[in-house]
């Protein structure tokens, strides 16, 4: 009977290191830092309801780094370029960093820095940063606030106010629907000749695990010479996507 006590007792003792690293283990894994991939082609690169590829195809590719459970995260992500006259940029790079919180299962927010950065142009670089708010409410809404003072490396203010959000239909499948308003300072419309204006989307897509397929429709209240000599003129955009993401 005594052998059979010390022998339990023993074999708690040498278990015990286990059990413990084993917790540790899951315990480090829980709150390792997550890196996340995705690539995307799109029939047309639209930015708030504007082509940044002059209506073409364009290839787009990120990275993203969250800290664990701290909400913090960072990441890059970058795509071809066509604004339609012989010296633009052919390349956007972004970089952005922030921070994401959610106060409960409805209310969260997303606080973060952006530059926007643009590569083989012939004329000075049209890069800039911008500052961005996103106040959501799960399945209701998200807005989203953007400020930047420097628009296009142009020296003027800009600031741009969203009101949409992705609903989730079950079985893979969601829609989605926005409303922004763009509004430029001065500055900007006296020297440039930049207006404010509405844009408007909406969108179906369905996801398969790793990969999204989405067909999305962008418009805008823009003039349709707008961007004439320069580019095409400004119209609405029907876009089919198809993503795959970690």
């Known amino acids: 009977?005594?052998?059979?006590?010390?022998?339990?007792?023993?074999?708690?003792?040498?278990?015990?290191?286990?059990?413990?690293?084993?917790?540790?283990?899951?315990?480090?894994?829980?709150?390792?830092?997550?890196?996340?991939?995705?690539a995307q082609v799109v029939t047309d690169y639209v930015f708030r309801g504007i082509s940044q590829t002059n209506g073409a195809m364009a290839v787009q590719?990120?990275?993203?780094?969250?800290?664990?459970?701290?909400?913090f995260y960072a990441g890059t992500w970058a795509s071809n370029t066509n604004f339609g006259y012989q010296a633009a940029p052919d390349i956007e790079w972004d970089f952005y960093a922030g921070w994401a919180y959610d106060f409960n299962e409805t209310f969260n927010?997303?606080?973060?820095?952006?530059?926007?950065?643009?590569?083989?142009?012939?004329?000075?670089?049209?890069?800039?940063?911008?500052?961005?708010?996103?106040?959501g409410m799960t399945d209701i809404a998200t807005l989203t606030v953007a400020y930047t003072n420097d628009y296009s490396g142009l020296d003027g203010s800009a600031?741009?106010?969203?009101?949409?959000?992705?609903?989730?239909?079950?079985?893979g499948y969601?829609?989605?629907?926005?409303?922004?308003r763009t509004f430029q300072s001065s500055s900007l419309e006296n020297d440039y000749g930049l207006l404010d204006y509405n844009d408007w989307n909406i969108g179906f897509a369905k996801n398969w695990g790793i990969i999204t397929v989405a067909l999305n429709y962008y418009d805008t209240d823009l003039p349709s010479d707008y961007f004439?000599?320069?580019?095409?003129?400004?119209?609405?955009?029907?876009?089919?996507?198809?993503?795959i993401s970690n």
């Open 228 to 243: 004439q000599p320069l580019r095409d003129e400004a119209s609405d955009a029907v876009v089919l996507s198809f993503k």
């Open 1 to 38: 009977m005594q052998n059979n006590l010390k022998a339990a007792i023993l074999a708690a003792l040498l278990l015990a290191p286990v059990v413990s690293f084993a917790q540790e283990v899951a315990v480090v894994e829980e709150e390792s830092p997550n890196l996340t991939f995705n």
């Open 174 to 180: 969601s829609i989605n629907a926005g409303f922004g």
């Open 61 to 71: 590719g990120g990275v993203d780094y969250s800290f664990g459970d701290s909400g």
């Open 159 to 171: 600031t741009y106010v969203n009101l949409g959000n992705s609903w989730d239909l079950g079985s």
């Open 109 to 135: 927010i997303d606080l973060s820095a952006i530059y926007y950065s643009y590569y083989l142009q012939d004329e000075p670089s049209p890069n800039y940063g911008e500052l961005i708010a996103k106040f």
